[in-house]
Nanobody, 124 residues
Framework: QVQLVESGGGLVQAGGSLRLSCAAS????????VAWFRQAPGKEREFVVG????????YDTDSMKGRFTISRDNNKNMVYLQMNSLKSEDTAVYYC?????????????????WGQGTQVTVSS
């Protein structure tokens, strides 16, 4: 069993930064991708950014490429999301998720494990 726990969310003013963390436990293998998703009320869960088993970042669009950065520390079983230049529309619950394998999945259904999420609220 894999457990994922997000932390680091909170309230930040527009233009500010936050760093989210995702702690994983229950599995030592590193052959998996990890991604951050977000979901705002009334909206579908949205892919933000992922990182492959070998550290390659991948994005669904370029809209967040310049502001959001994902990284992973396999030795510590930690994944991070650095968010800069935050906007009101970034307000959402942010989830980390894990997909076994060597691919670059961008869809929720491709991910096997999910955390409970952490709330990020950006005020204008």
């Amino acid at each position: 069993q894999v457990q994922l726990v997000e932390s680091g969310g909170g309230l930040v003013q527009a233009g500010g930064s936050l760093r989210l963390s995702c702690a994983a436990s229950g599995r030592t293998s590193s052959n998996y991708a990890v991604a951050w998703f977000r979901q705002a009320p009334g909206k579908e869960r949205e892919f933000v950014v992922g990182v492959s088993w070998n550290g390659r970042q991948f994005y669904d669009t370029d809209s967040m490429k310049g502001r959001f950065t994902i990284s992973r520390d396999n030795n510590k079983n930690m994944v991070y999301l650095q968010m800069n230049s935050l906007k009101s529309e970034d307000t959402a619950v942010y989830y980390c998720a894990r997909a076994d394998g060597f691919g670059l999945p961008r869809h929720s259904y491709e991910y096997n494990y999910w955390g409970q999420g952490t709330q990020v609220t950006v005020s204008s």
